[in-house]
């Protein structure tokens, strides 16, 4: 059920929330990492496929009619995340890669206000501008040059997350995890079969890929394709899309701590200010949140 569009976010859901940021933070470092030992579809597939292995007993009917949710599962599933792999594949640095993909939050605000007439805040807004200004800002990031056709396939997944997002709160509501398990069960299939076509030597590398490369894996698997992302799509049912997604522009900033601090990024002036520009707008929405919080209380 779709909560009122002035409902405060309960504790859970705050919990939810940054439980989300977290796990997408380390996530995006694994899938840098995963993808320079394995194929990036490949990584793709099998993360599907170990999370539908812990998501098969949630595929249990009754299940709506396909024609109605299997545009959402398409798009959220093997299109979106085989082109994020693809991109992971194509960059030398993580930072630059992070940022171009935080795009998809205020796509996805512009989708839901023109297709689902969504509204925000005015102070959310201008979190919302003042944040994606600040990741504009890392994306001038030197380093980002030489990583230019993996930031537009970033960008490319990330527009399509968007859209995802909408299909998801036009589609019949679903318990997330059942949500879940029919994307992997799209994913793993059509990742793996494309990997095997058009990613030449991919099964070797995967049987020579070391234990802890295959450790991350099952973390996104478990962690964000089970865990996060189902998160994701219980709150984006339960609140107004561009409520819940201003929150995750603090990935990147788990995400570039991860670059510097042990992959090797630059720490440079671009990341600082574009990461600090990122929290004021963060805590702008945050404001605005507890206004909305303290009105419905009042109203209540």
């Known amino acids: 059920m779709t909560s009122n569009a002035k409902t405060p976010f309960s504790t859970v859901e705050w919990l939810s929330i940054f439980g989300i940021i977290l796990v997408w933070g380390l996530n995006n470092a694994a899938a840098k990492l995963t993808t320079e030992a394995m194929s990036p579809m490949f990584v793709g597939g099998a993360r599907f496929a170990i999370a539908l292995l812990f998501l098969a007993p949630f595929l249990r009917p009754p ?18 995340f085989g082109l994020v792999y693809i991109a992971f594949g194509m960059v ?20 839901s206000w023109i297709f689902l007439k969504e509204t925000m805040p005015p102070a959310a807004v201008a979190g919302m501008v003042i944040a994606f200004l600040g990741v504009a800002w890392m994306s001038l990031d030197p380093d980002a040059a030489t990583d230019f056709w993996g930031l537009a396939v970033a960008v490319l997944a990330s527009a ?17 995890l059942k949500m879940q398990g029919l994307t992997s069960l799209a994913g793993a299939p059509v990742l793996l079969m494309a990997s095997l076509a058009f990613e030449p030597g991919s099964v070797d590398k995967a049987l020579a890929a070391p234990a802890p490369i295959w450790a991350l ?7 964000s394709t089970v865990g996060a992302t189902a998160l994701l799509f219980w709150l984006v049912q339960r609140h107004e ?21 042990l992959l ?4 440079t002036p671009q990341l600082l200010i574009g990461g600090a520009a990122s929290m004021v707008g ?6 605005s949140e507890r206004r909305v919080a303290a009105e419905a209380t009042a109203a209540g």
């Open 264 to 267: 090797g990024d630059s720490l």
């Open 160 to 176: 399509l997350w968007a859209f995802a997002m909408v299909l998801v709160r036009r589609a019949p509501t679903l318990k997330p």
């Open 241 to 261: 899309a561009g409520r819940v997604t201003p929150w995750f522009l603090l990935t990147p900033l788990v995400s570039c701590a991860i670059g510097v601090g």
């Open 92 to 111: 030398d640095n993580l930072s630059p890669i992070v940022v171009a993909l935080q795009l998809w939050i205020p796509l996805t605000a512009l989708a």
């Open 217 to 223: 894996v099952v973390f996104a698997a478990l962690a």
């Open 63 to 80: 299940l709506p009619p396909w024609r109605l949710i299997l545009p959402a599962i398409l798009v959220a599933g093997p299109i979106h």
């Open 282 to 287: 963060v805590a702008l929405v945050a404001l």
